[in-house]
């Protein structure tokens, strides 16, 4: 049975490759899921504590409801800010996203049909994107020190905009690109005017495009960390500043609020990154993939 | 030289879709077989499990008397052209056809030798340096021929090839096939959903439907001499006049009744069945004739061809009675014509859709 | 790729449509360009915080610059970032490619699997620095893992050593972003067409030699895509290395990023942060322009590549 024996031993292979990925991806976040259920005890032990008997959610209750546990002055400050600091993400992330996948939609469809941009161009924009944000971070300071924008949110979300815009494009367009020329050649027949054949023809099929655009900019809004903590002070601080915040004030390993920290601040990005996987790969060809 | 035989082969996919339910069939050295039949019904399936690319879940597979089950397709000793021609299409047409012998490690100076026949046997050898995508459509179709050739495979395996071009090109291509055939004498195994094609081309057809093989035999076999109501009408364009109707007896005699037609049987079919069955007449044997025959009725119709022209008459049936002419015979629509027929050329099926003989 | 259609250009009210779909895109881009003039300003300027108002600094010419280019730290910092984005990219690369190879075709529990494969990228970069943080402690779950592997008490302390810590940092970041090139990878070869394979199988060619010669020069423009887009932005990482070691230990992971950010928000040299911005900015536009061109070369070749037997040019 060569034939199948070859086959067997292909599986058994790439099953034990799988395997060995799977753990590695998945170990450090099943780390941080338990340990954010840790008691305090269990935080430091060795050999570690790989599952948890005395599960508790005093974790969540202190960082995120900020009861349960008597800081010095100095930790309090920063301990109830975590609250505040969702607040402060999701308000930036939600409409900083909404813009860029807005502005994103128009101008993608005008590459996409009209060839407004050339194909450089719009290379260049992708490239946008890739300066080192830290080379950007400096100018801006001044410069929204001078508007008084900085510790805005119109501030972030300005630069946000710019800043995901890129993507957005690139992605709408990649799913505006599947859709034929003739439904348009075809309402314009009809009789109908552009801009209403871009809301009631072209929108509706791309509607999970534009959905899973949205909701990766969210991602990357919601994580961004760079610029929100130099152009942020008091006012705007989001959850991946306020956890490096959090980190510099607790130096005594605080991992069990860490974690709950943690979970908190990924948690919705994963149960969006599970909504929008298969658009994923349909979204980030960039060019380079023929259909 | 390839003899392929089947034993009792089944396909079945992963949700109990029985692409093949039974297929037993011998496939002799050197002819010329098609696999015809409507989309779905396992002929393309079959093709690939001869090749290698499907597994049979039941069922043996001999290639010159050895089990080939178990082979990978390139040790088969087969060669295949894909219905949308699989050309690599980042090398150029050279390249391509190097690339069989280039695997199986022909020394280079054979290798170029034999790219030139294959080649100039499709008369592609300007094309040589170029890429597929600069080639036009039946260019592309003689690239993925020569890549096969080049390889002297015992049998060819082609599924539907012609498929994607037009209809010109189609017709030179299959002359261009069956040129091949003729010279390699080698067994060629074709797929097809177009009857005409197997007709042209077919030493033997086999006709599948719903992964069964619902008759095999030569072109004229298939044509006159259908087994069943579904090849019947799969085969000839136009296709045949099937009416649906009743047969009854009466004094030894029987007889064929339907709206606007009646007939009387030859006694060849006098001991039909009374009751529900269908008649079936070839256009091109229903003849004008001056009065009687079996039907009288208005042209509602006329569609020149050229060669022939098409009448179309109303029966009051769902469908038309078709009836094929001489194209230098000018009939209008509203002319009322009587048709007859050669009662040799009555064909009876039964309600279960198997020929009355 | 999609068609333009040409009449319609000259048509009235084309110009308008135009602008307003772009309006906002460069609205926008030019809101932001008086930070870069105000950034050359200061970048030819000496000033910072602790002198007066900025519109009274001295003008330096180009010291500024120079003092940039003449500091060996900051060459340091580069040959830092450049090792830093090769290995992560060649090891995200690696990791990624060979995870899309073993993921292409469909078997059971593939969507699941692939679910957990996306996850990293989906992680806040800060959350995975301090989450590593826990996990590379001394008595952390790593050395713990390790030591049940090893049968001995295995003590490494990942964060202190820095070679060892250099290395952390670089497998924090091919964690990090495997997905990116994985989805990529996946999608490059979702778009091969499957007769490809099936034709050179037929034609006696082995695995190796289909992924060879089938399947790896078709994917070269999908590939170009992943290394580039992952070096560039592997040059420019932040959270991680900043997160975890804060440049050190020592400065041995004191990548541009990081020393950008020492000179110009911890050491207030305004003006030396200022030059410095600019030249990693010129830096940084040479490599991605070279990226552009590539990238741009590649897509032609695929538009050759796929242009269908008969179709016109």
Same mark, same amino acid.
């Given at each position: 049975m060569k034939r199948t024996m070859k086959r067997r031993l292909f599986a058994a292979g790439r099953f034990f490759l799988l395997g060995i990925a799977l753990f590695v991806v998945g170990f450090p976040m099943y780390w941080m899921l338990i340990t954010s259920f840790k008691p305090d005890h269990e935080w430091f032990t060795w050999p570690p504590v790989y599952w948890s008997e005395n599960w508790t959610l005093d974790n969540y209750r202190v960082v995120w409801a900020g009861i349960g546990i008597k800081p010095t002055a100095q930790e309090a400050t920063t301990m109830q800010k975590p609250v505040q600091a969702l607040k402060h993400s999701l308000a930036l992330s939600l409409i900083s996203t909404t813009l860029s996948v807005a502005f994103g939609t128009l101008v993608a469809y005008g590459v996409s049909r009209y060839q407004i941009l050339s194909d450089r161009r719009m290379f260049n924009l992708l490239m946008l994107r890739m300066v080192p944000p830290i080379v950007v971070a400096a100018p801006l300071t001044l410069y929204y020190s001078t508007l008084q924008l900085l510790d805005t949110l119109t501030g972030l979300v300005i630069v946000y905009v710019l800043t995901t815009l890129p993507y957005s494009i690139w992605m709408t367009k990649s799913f505006l690109d599947e859709i034929p020329r003739e439904m348009e050649q075809a309402a314009s027949i009809l009789g109908a005017g552009r801009w209403r054949t871009i809301w009631e023809v072209i929108f509706p099929l791309i509607r999970s495009g534009v959905v899973a655009t949205f909701l990766f900019i969210l991602i990357l809004t919601w994580s961004e960390y760079l610029l929100a903590l130099i152009l942020s002070k008091v006012d705007v601080v989001t959850l991946p500043v306020q956890l490096s915040k959090y980190e510099g004030t607790t130096e005594g390993r605080v991992y069990g609020y860490q974690a709950a920290l943690a979970v908190g601040v990924t948690l919705p990005l994963i149960v969006i990154g599970c909504f929008i996987r298969k658009h994923l790969v349909r979204g980030f060809s960039f060019g380079m993939i023929k259909r | 030289m390839a003899r392929i035989e089947m034993k009792e082969l089944r396909k079945v996919y992963g949700r109990g879709i029985e692409a093949v339910k039974r297929l037993d069939l011998d496939i002799e050295e050197g002819e010329f077989l098609v696999l015809v =039949?409507?989309? =779905?019904? =396992?002929k393309t399936t079959t093709l690939r499990m001869i090749a290698g690319f499907e597994e049979p879940t039941a069922g043996e597979i001999y290639i010159d008397g050895r089990l080939v089950n178990d082979l990978e397709p390139g040790q088969r000793n087969l060669g295949m052209v894909f219905q949308n021609l699989a050309l690599f299409p980042h090398k150029t047409v050279a390249e391509n056809i190097e690339f069989g012998p280039r695997m199986k490690k022909v020394p280079p100076e054979v290798r170029g030798r034999r790219v030139r026949e294959a080649a100039e046997m499709v008369r592609i050898t300007h094309l040589l340096g170029k890429l597929p995508g600069q080639c036009s459509g039946g260019e592309a179709q003689r690239v993925a021929l020569a890549r096969t050739l080049v390889t002297e495979p015992g049998a060819f395996l082609l599924d539907e090839p012609l498929s994607s071009l037009d209809a010109k090109l189609r017709r030179e291509m299959r002359a261009e096939i069956d040129r091949l055939h003729q010279r390699l004498k080698k067994t060629f195994i074709y797929v097809t959903h177009d009857q005409e094609e197997a007709m042209t081309l077919a030493d033997r057809i086999v006709v599948m439907r719903n992964g069964l093989i619902e008759q095999v035999g030569s072109p004229m076999q298939i044509y006159g001499d259908p087994v069943s109501h579904f090849v019947a009408d799969f085969f000839g364009s136009p296709s045949m006049n099937l009416i649906g109707g009743q047969v009854s007896h009466e004094g030894g005699r029987a007889r064929f009744e339907a709206p606007g037609l009646a007939v009387e049987l030859p006694p060849a079919l006098a001991r039909a069945a009374a009751g529900e069955t269908t008649l079936g007449i070839r256009p091109e044997h229903l003849e004008i004739s001056g009065n009687g025959g079996v039907f009288r009725g208005e042209v509602r119709l006329v569609e020149p061809l050229g060669k022939d022209t098409l009448l179309y008459f109303d029966r009051g049936g769902d469908q038309p009675l078709i009836a094929v002419v001489e194209g230098t015979r000018s009939y209008r629509e509203g002319d009322v014509l009587n048709l007859s027929v050669d009662p040799g050329r009555l064909y009876l099926f039964g309600w279960d859709g198997k020929r009355v003989r | 790729m999609a068609q333009a259609l040409p009449t319609r250009k000259a048509a009235p009210g084309f110009t308008l449509f135009k602008w307003i779909l772009l309006g906002p895109l460069f609205g926008l881009l030019l809101f932001i360009l008086p930070a870069f003039l105000l950034q050359l300003y200061f970048s030819f300027h000496s000033w910072t915080v602790y002198l007066g108002s900025w519109w009274e600094a001295e003008f330096v010419g180009l010291g500024m610059f120079i003092e940039v280019l003449m500091d060996s730290r900051f060459w340091w910092a580069v040959l830092r970032s450049l090792t830093f984005a090769s290995l992560s990219t060649l090891g995200s690369f690696a990791a990624g490619f060979g995870l899309a190879l073993l993921m292409h075709r469909p078997f059971r529990g593939h969507g699941l699997l692939y679910a957990v494969f996306i996850l990293p990228m989906l992680t806040v970069p800060v959350v995975i620095a301090y989450t590593f943080e826990m996990l590379l402690f001394q008595r952390g779950p790593i050395n713990g893992i390790l030591s049940v592997l090893l049968q001995t008490d295995v003590r490494v302390t990942w964060l202190a050593h820095p070679a060892i810590a250099v290395f952390t940092v670089i497998m924090l970041e091919i964690w990090n972003w495997t997905p990116f090139v994985f989805i990529i990878m996946l999608a490059g070869l979702a778009s091969l067409p499957p007769e490809l394979d099936e034709a050179a199988r037929i034609l006696g060619a082995s695995r190796w030699r289909i992924f060879r010669e089938v399947q790896l020069p078709l994917l070269r423009p999908v590939i170009m895509l992943a290394l580039i887009l992952r070096f560039l932005e592997a040059m420019g990482e932040f959270p991680k290395t900043w997160g975890l070691l804060q440049g050190g230990p020592g400065s041995a992971s004191e990548t541009l990023p990081v020393y950008l950010f020492l000179t110009t928000w911890q050491y207030f040299h305004i003006s030396k942060g200022a030059a410095m911005s600019y030249l990693v900015l010129i830096f940084t536009i040479v490599i991605v322009l070279a990226g552009i061109r590539l990238l741009r070369k590649e897509k032609q070749t695929i538009d050759v590549i796929y242009r269908k037997p008969g179709e016109e040019a």
């Open positions: - | =039949g409507p989309s =779905g019904c =396992g | -």
